[in-house]
C-alpha cells in the first residue's frame, strides 16, 4: 500500500454513511410525489377520454339510423313492387305485393269507409282469413 492518501482514492469523509433520517425522508417524498403523479395523470386520462367520447360517439347522430329511417320513409312515400315467399315455399309460390304511400292508402281506406256500396273487403288478421261484407248482404260478417 501506498502512503499518499490520493493514490487509492479512499479519503476519510468517503466512507461515511448517509444519515438514516434523510434517506427516509427523501424516498418516502419521492413515493408520495410518484403517486400523486401517476393519479393526476390518470384522472386527466379518464377526464379527456369521456370529452372524446362524448363529442365523437354521444353527440354524433347515428349514421346507419340516418341511412335506414331514410330509406324507410322514402319506402312510405312511393310506389313499388316485391314478392314475399311463403314460408316453405319456393319462388314460384312467391305473393306480388304492391307497396303504395300512406297518403294514397289513408285516401282509399276513407273513401271505402264513406261510401256505402262496399260490398266486400278481404283480409287477415292474426292467421285467421276474414271477410267483411256489407250489412246489406244477406250474409253478414263471417269469419274463417
Same mark, same amino acid.
Given at each position: 500500500?501506498? @502512503?499518499? /492518501?490520493? &493514490? ?34 390518470? %384522472? ?12 365523437? %360517439? ?19 312515400? +312511393?310506389? @313499388? ?7 316453405? +315455399?319456393? &319462388? ?8 303504395? /304511400? ?16 262496399? @260490398?266486400?273487403?278481404?283480409?287477415? %288478421? ?15 260478417? %263471417?269469419?274463417?
Amino acid at each position: 500500500m501506498s @502512503s499518499h /492518501p490520493g &493514490e487509492d482514492n479512499l479519503e476519510p469523509e468517503q466512507l461515511d454513511d448517509p444519515e438514516a433520517g434523510w434517506t427516509w425522508f427523501f424516498s418516502l417524498a419521492s413515493i408520495i410525489l410518484l403517486v400523486i403523479t401517476v393519479v393526476a395523470v390518470t %384522472v386527466l386520462f379518464y377526464f379527456f377520454r369521456d370529452l372524446e367520447v362524448e363529442k365523437k %360517439v354521444i353527440d354524433q347522430p347515428a349514421l346507419q339510423l340516418s341511412e335506414l329511417r331514410t330509406e324507410q320513409e322514402a319506402q312510405l312515400d +312511393g310506389y @313499388s313492387r316485391y314478392q314475399v315467399i311463403p314460408i316453405g +315455399g319456393t &319462388e314460384e309460390d312467391a305473393e306480388d305485393f304492391i307497396r303504395i /304511400p300512406i297518403e294514397r292508402a289513408m285516401e282509399i281506406v276513407n273513401a271505402e269507409a264513406r261510401s256505402p256500396e262496399t @260490398s266486400s273487403l278481404d283480409g287477415q %288478421v292474426d292467421g285467421e282469413s276474414i271477410i267483411v261484407r256489407d250489412s246489406a248482404s244477406e250474409k253478414g260478417d %263471417v269469419r274463417q
